[in-house]
């Protein structure tokens, strides 16, 4: 009789339970790999060529190609058997304020600066209209402070209450710890809102800055477009305490006719006054005034049931709108976010199919394409503000936006992907998204570059996904990074990668698989 010691009972014992274990995963892995063969190149090619096409003007929030996209995402939530989740619907329609700044001038005795003649770029308005309302106008020089006592003060035997203040960009020689945040002493923007918030703690109801005409130009190509456009925001029923304060930016030459002066007069009086402080005060009417129209939108949301934990839920977001046509070009956002947009498709067509065919996961999805991302994350504001599922009962968020091109520190490379947030919030999220990766995407590299909330970018803060974050719901953000064609008529379907995304897509299926269909919800910790 053969002898077995119990030292080798062990070993048996233990080699039975991996294999078992080993065929269970292998089981469970084996319908992840067939239903995320239903993600391919060929059908993502066929979505995006509609959904970025010169047919849907660019997907402007609230415009024709908006809606054309959203009844194209709807018919096809509607082909997979999706169920429409609000009242019946598939379309979650909301209002969205759109504030344009029609008016803006400066009248002296001296002259005028307008808007209309980009005299003067308008960086925050007046709450209220202005119809010819009177200003003493006050001319600050650097707009700076040292805090200790006898220190250096642009405002020193000046009252700028209730005032407008002129302030001139840049920091005297000597003078640069004024402003002790060293990318604010490269940034005019930065330096403005820093100087603007000193001046308005003095009192002030305004600053206009005045700067050189290169820097001027620099400023208005940098940022000029998102001061001009208008305002969106989602209408609120509390009011806002946001100060009624003026802050524009005009060029160093408009600064004689701002206080009062001519230009012949203005040489002697600045000289002067850079020898000895004396104080410069004019008056100027200031003409302001703003268009609020109302803007019907809708975020397009399919609903998969899930079996025994239906109850909680994971949301696969992208955003479907863009920025629409500009100078009468159509920037078609074949990247951003058509890429998104498409890959959220796919995945909804796998998830389908699986349940067709008696796989159903355990947990619900609910397959969200928002609207206003590039006007502000508003149409996952309004969601989270307003959620069909209770929040309470979301799982986790994964979110996808422009997984179809490289950036410059990928040239050449379209195997990887930035993975932004995975370890805010849960630590069980990551861990999870990592083993999968490895698992089922290995040749798929997770960049974390842009993972920390004090990245300057600030691509935590500049996505959907954000705004369930805000509400303790752990997120990943897929996305390739920035490239010469973010926000230019130039991204199209042509310079798309398609391998690239349907990796990404069967990487975030996989991720989505393993969160609907662990036996445990993933903890926030």
């Known amino acids: 009789m053969f002898k077995i010691s119990t030292h080798k009972i062990t070993l048996l014992v233990l080699s039975l339970f991996l294999f078992c274990s080993s065929v269970f995963a292998q089981q469970k892995d084996s319908l992840l790999l067939k239903y995320v063969q239903h993600i391919n190149e060929k059908d993502m090619e066929k979505h995006l060529s509609i959904l970025a096409s010169d047919e849907y003007e660019g997907r402007e929030t609230g415009e024709k190609g908006q809606k054309m996209a959203a009844e194209y995402i709807a018919n096809h939530f509607k082909k997979l058997g999706l169920d429409a989740p609000v009242n019946g619907s598939y379309f979650q329609k909301f209002i969205i304020n759109k504030t344009s700044l029609t008016e803006f001038r400066v009248e002296t005795l001296t002259g005028k600066i307008e808007l209309s ?165 004019g008056k100027a009417n200031v003409f302001s005034e703003t268009k609020i129209e109302k803007v019907e939108t809708e975020n397009v949301l399919g609903y998969l049931e899930g079996t025994d934990k239906k ?24 990247d951003d976010d058509g890429s998104g947009t498409t890959a959220i498709l796919e995945l909804a067509e796998a998830f389908a199919k699986a349940k067709s065919e008696g796989n159903a996961p355990h947990r619900s999805i609910l397959f969200m394409l928002v609207t206003g991302e590039e006007k502000g994350l508003l149409g996952s504001s309004y969601y989270s503000d307003n959620p069909v599922f209770p929040l309470k009962n979301t799982v986790s968020n994964l979110n996808i936006d422009m997984i179809g091109r490289m950036d410059k520190a990928h040239e050449g490379n379209p195997n990887y992907v930035y993975i932004i947030g995975s370890t805010m919030l849960s630590t069980e999220l990551h861990n999870l998204s990592e083993a999968t990766a490895k698992m089922y995407a290995p040749n798929v590299k997770l960049d974390y570059t842009y993972n920390s909330k004090d990245d300057p970018n600030r691509f935590y803060y500049r996505s959907d996904h954000y705004n369930f974050a805000k509400h303790d719901i752990p997120v990943i953000f897929y996305f390739n990074g920035v490239h010469e064609d973010y926000h230019q008529h130039t991204d199209e379907v042509d310079k798309i990668h398609f391998g690239k995304m349907e990796a990404i897509s069967r990487l975030v299926f996989a991720t989505a698989w393993e969160l609907v269909n662990r036996k445990e919800r993933i903890k926030n910790d």
């Open 117 to 281: 003649k980009n005299e003067i770029i308008v960086v925050n308005s007046f709450k209220e209209d202005r119809n010819k309302e009177d200003y003493d106008i006050v001319f600050a020089g650097y707009g700076l402070e040292d805090k200790n006592e006898n220190g250096f003060s642009s405002y020193r035997n000046i009252d700028v209450k209730n005032k407008i203040a002129v302030v001139m960009t840049g920091i005297p020689k000597g003078k640069e710890s004024l402003i002790p945040d060293e990318e604010a002493r490269k940034s005019i923007y930065l330096q403005m809102r820093f100087k603007a918030k000193l001046a308005k703690e003095k009192g002030a109801k305004g600053v206009i800055f005045v700067t050189g005409k290169s820097e001027y130009t620099l400023f208005d190509q940098m940022y000029g477009h998102y001061f001009k456009d208008p305002k969106w925001e989602l209408p609120s029923e509390k009011k806002q305490d946001t100060p009624d304060f003026l802050m524009a930016l005009s060029t160093t030459d408009k600064l004689p006719n701002l206080l009062g002066y001519t230009d012949k007069k203005w040489n002697k009086v600045f000289k002067k006054w850079n020898k000895k402080k004396n104080i410069l005060e």
């Open 311 to 334: 109850e909680e839920l994971i949301v696969l977001t992208a955003h479907y709108d863009h920025i629409g046509i500009i100078d009468g070009k159509i920037h078609n956002g074949a």
